[in-house]
């Protein structure tokens, strides 16, 4: 019978409280805020010496101020400005926030500056990882990433801290989320999901040796919560099932 490995390593993530910063001061700058999460925006560099300003989305004026006093806040429930930085901070933030934004300044004779324009877009946090892999016949492994909660997911692959290199992989790049390795390849293996607003990386395991004997099927489970310290691989809850495949089905779990 064919060997056959398989692991399966969750990382759950916490997807409340992300908090972005965003240098809008120059034209055009995309920024990126965390879904029900806080953005913090730099407008300008104060409000000092400013005779008058307008902040808008599209024709909807968030901000308006007159020499260093802001007059209006649309958001003011969940949202604060500080004159003295130029900081705008939206809380709780929906896609609703998301779009162009404005910032118009007027010298003291009403002449109309250079506007600056920023984009706001809205994604949703990675919230967990899941990692599974499984033996191949002649000994490579298959691994699989996948993610949840995350808008725009991007993969990272490493190996006992270094980037994957093409001569380590059967198939897939480091930048997929689903690549086999070869049958030489072996250390702790780290997978990482990110987008503009977060970042997870499963805690490093040292996968199992697919060199098995024949009749054999092993698998292993190991889970990892957002409250495990990624310190030693090897102290994560570990399941092993070993399963030797003949006429009577028998099963050893070893913890």
């Known amino acids: 019978m064919e060997a056959v490995i398989g692991l399966l390593l969750m990382l759950l993530g916490v997807s409340h409280g992300v908090e972005t910063y965003c240098d809008g001061r120059i034209n055009g700058t995309q920024c990126y805020g965390a879904l029900g999460g806080t953005v913090v925006l730099r407008l300008m560099d104060s409000t000092s010496g400013i005779h008058r300003y307008t902040w808008f989305k599209n024709k909807t004026v968030i901000l308006r101020g007159r020499n260093d ?131 997870i990386s499963t805690c490093g395991f040292r996968f199992t040796d697919c060199s098995l004997s024949k009749g054999m099927h092993v698998s292993q ?13 090897t102290t994560a809850p570990t399941s092993i099932t070993v399963t030797e495949v003949s006429t009577k089905e028998e099963e050893i779990q070893e913890i």
């Open 221 to 233: 489970r190991v889970l990892v919560t957002s409250q495990t310290q990624c310190t030693d691989p």
């Open 69 to 199: 006093k802001f007059i209006t806040n649309l958001l003011e429930n969940r949202s604060s400005f500080t004159p003295s930085d130029g900081t705008f901070r939206i809380n709780n933030l929906s896609r609703t926030d998301a779009g162009e934004y404005t910032l118009e300044i007027f010298d003291p004779s009403g002449r109309l500056l250079d506007p600056q324009i920023l984009q706001l877009n809205i994604q949703a946090p990675v919230s967990s990882v899941l990692l599974v892999s499984e033996c191949l016949s002649q000994g490579e492994m298959r691994v699989s990433c996948s993610s949840e909660g995350g808008d725009s997911p991007q993969y990272s692959w490493t190996l006992d801290g270094h980037t994957l290199t093409d001569a380590q992989l059967l198939s897939g790049n480091k930048d997929s989320n689903n690549i086999t390795l070869r049958q030489d390849v072996s250390g702790q293996l780290v997978c990482s999901v990110s987008n503009n607003v977060s970042q």
